[in-house]
Structures are given as structure tokens and as C-alpha cells.
Nanobody
Framework: GVQLLESGGGLVQPGGSLTLSCAAS????????MAWFRQAPGKEREGVAS????????QYADTVKGRFSISRDNAKNTVYLQMNSLLPNDTGMYYC????????????????WGQGTQVTVSS
């Protein structure tokens, strides 16, 4: 079936780095724009980064610009999120999502979602 499976979350100290991966299966990955979203307890879900179907275009939320980098490998059906200089405010559940529309940091266009991976930034 159609699936997105995130991995790579964990506990990291402030200033540290993590790389999240999201493996897609059951659909034509290179026909979909991809994005990472996050949600902290008591907060709304936030679009963090998105990438175009070819991987040539990217978008970032202002809160992560310059620290996070999204990339994709269409041969491996996988999208990545490299997170550097992590802050406590980056704590949350991180989800990847797929959309047949153009890349966006809004959640509405995305119709395939993963189960999420937890990222906790704390000393």
C-alpha cells in the first residue's frame, strides 16, 4: 500500500544535529512534491521545509532557514531533512508528507502522511 516511513528522530542537545529520513512506497515518488512538517504539544502543525518533484526547488520556514536542509533521492524514493544548530523550540513530532501539487509549506495540498518521528532537543 501507499506508505511514508520516517526515521532518524531522537534526543539531541541544543546545538546538535540530526538527519531525518522518509522512505516512500506504493506510489510514484518522483511525481510528488515532498515536505516535512512538525507539531509540538499544544501548538499547531507547522510546515518546516518542502522540495519540488525534481528536487531543484526548496522552501523553508523562517524559523529554520539557514539551519535545516531538505533533499531527496528519487532513485531511493527517500526524502531527507538535515537539521543543524538545533534549538529547544525545534522539539516536536516530525512528519513527512507527499503532494501531487507544487511544493508548499501549507498542509492542505498534502494527501499522503507518515506516522512521524519524535525529535527532542534538550540538555
Amino acid at each position: 500500500g501507499v506508505q511514508l516511513l520516517e526515521s532518524g528522530g531522537g534526543l539531541v542537545q541544543p546545538g546538535g544535529s540530526l538527519t531525518l529520513s522518509c522512505a516512500a512506497s506504493g506510489f510514484s515518488f518522483d511525481f510528488y512534491a515532498m515536505a516535512w512538517f512538525r507539531q509540538a504539544p499544544g501548538k499547531e502543525r507547522e510546515g518546516v521545509a518542502s522540495i519540488s518533484k525534481s528536487g531543484t526547488g526548496t522552501q523553508y520556514a523562517d524559523t529554520v532557514k539557514g539551519r535545516f536542509s531538505i533533499s531527496r533521492d528519487n532513485a531511493k524514493n527517500t526524502v531527507y531533512l538535515q537539521m543543524n544548530s538545533l534549538l529547544p523550540n525545534d522539539t516536536g513530532m516530525y512528519y513527512c508528507a507527499a503532494s501531487t501539487w507544487s511544493m508548499s509549506l501549507q498542509s492542505t495540498p498534502y494527501n499522503i502522511w507518515g506516522q512521524g518521528t519524535q525529535v527532542t532537543v534538550s540538555s
